[in-house]
């Protein structure tokens, strides 16, 4: 009988996609950083004159569209788009063209989810440029999935195509600085329902932050979970129905009724010129066609979005923090404190093992994982158990990585010379971004509990009272 092929293993056009990947993002990415940073430097978030401002078309780093021209080259364009959303009735030939190589919208190879995870953790050692350089970066790759899974053909014409070409990007508007947002039931940006004879239409309202994409001056989408409240009645409504409160809705943008309150910092960082905001939203008008999937199915919507979302972070993560582990050899052999080498404490060489370990853990649960969605019939609904579980143990493992690596660099570390500061700030902040740590630990329990309960339920009466 032939084993079964190893998590690692890529197939040989899969592995040579690879290759070009690793050489891309060492020789090409991970250089244009300084160009990006060099190009943002003087750059103001009040900027008198708007090309001195860190939100204006101006302030699109050069490097950007040269390394997307190149990986779109290279095929290296949108690979995150897995098998089932390539196939009819998803991906609509009439839009889109024709799934295959000379369609430069579908990946030049299509990957599975493991096959992507090891691809993705390339991209991820460049966290400012590497994915978004593949036109593979968040908010744009899970917008982009609801739009081919639940876009109406007029949505898909006006914003997936040119979404997938890179000409326009998008913002995920859920989380509320007013409530626990953690908890989706929670929300309470309304979207008023309007009857009027036959025809429907919509007023929405609220405030959202953690809006990224938001500020990018190319933003020109917004895909935001509201709650149904009918004109004629109460907010309370539907309060037996917490889950079926909740619509998905697509906001063009720019919008004289959506203000942007103000960019967000993360630990100090912006993210200028991509950037994240607080938005508000003051009765913007939509109708029918702004609808996505259906007035009532916005948490089947955003599950659908976030449980992708949630792996490409992991994947993205493994890159960073092993980049920041190679940081920390090529430090601990090059200082030397009390006559040694860093690498000959033993201090030092206990970090290096940690840091080792973690990592291998990180990599393969999370392509243990991806593996698991490739082979569900449901997809990511089908391993969300270990989506929830990867989410809590892969950003602590990296973070732990990073944290070595950090000290091990001392004074430098925490300074804007390298990238372990922002490294370390972000992978903090992933275990709240997509759900924090205590929600996912909720959901892996629950679904232990309750295969235990349905297997208890199988059981004879004396195999259960032994338990």
Known sequence: MNPQPSLTYLRPEVAKL????????????????????????????????????RWSMDAIPPC?????????????????????????????????????????????????????????????RSSELGAMSCNCAAPDTGNLEVLIEFGTKAQQRQYLKPLLEGKIRSTFLMTEPAVASSDPTN????????????????????????????????????????????EDETSSSNENNLHGQH???????????????????????????????????ENVPLNQEHLIGGLGSGFKVSQARLGPGRIHHCMRSIGLAQRCYEMMLQRSMERKTFGKYLCEHGSLQKDIADSFNDLNQARLLTLDCAHRMDVSPTGPRGARQFISGIKVAVPALCSNVIDRALQVHGGLGVCQDTILASASAGMRT?????????????????????????????????????L
């Not at 060492?26 to 004159?49: F, L, N």
């Open 18 to 53: 690879k290759e070009r990947l690793v050489e891309f993002i060492e020789s090409e990415v991970i250089p244009a950083e300084a160009e990006y940073h060099e190009h943002m430097k003087h750059r103001h978030e009040d900027g008198t004159e708007a090309h001195n401002s």
């Open 187 to 230: 929300l309470e940006t309304s979207l008023i329902h309007h009857r009027e004879n036959s025809n429907s239409t919509y007023t929405l309202s609220g405030r959202k932050w953690w809006s990224t994409g938001a500020m990018d001056p190319r933003c020109r989408i917004g895909i935001c979970v509201a709650k149904i409240v009918e």
């Open 430 to 466: 992933l275990r709240i971004a997509d759900g924090p740590d205590e929600v996912h630990r909720r959901s892996v329990a629950r679904m232990e509990l309750k295969k235990l309960r349905l297997s208890r339920n199988t059981e004879p009466q004396q195999q259960r009272s032994r």
């Open 64 to 124: 950007l569209p040269r390394l997307q021209a190149k990986a779109r080259k290279l095929g290296f364009w949108n690979l995150f788009l897995p098998p089932r959303l390539l196939e009819e009735p998803h991906w609509d030939p009439s839009i889109l063209g024709k799934v295959g190589p000379s369609n430069l919208l579908c990946p030049s190879v299509t990957l599975t989810y493991r096959e992507y995870g090891i691809l993705a953790e390339c991209m991820g």
């Open 247 to 281: 619509t998905i809705v697509l906001v063009p943008l720019p919008n004289s009724r959506v203000k942007l309150i103000r960019p967000l910092q993360v630990f100090g960082y912006d993210d200028a010129p991509f950037g994240h905001a607080e938005v508000g939203l």
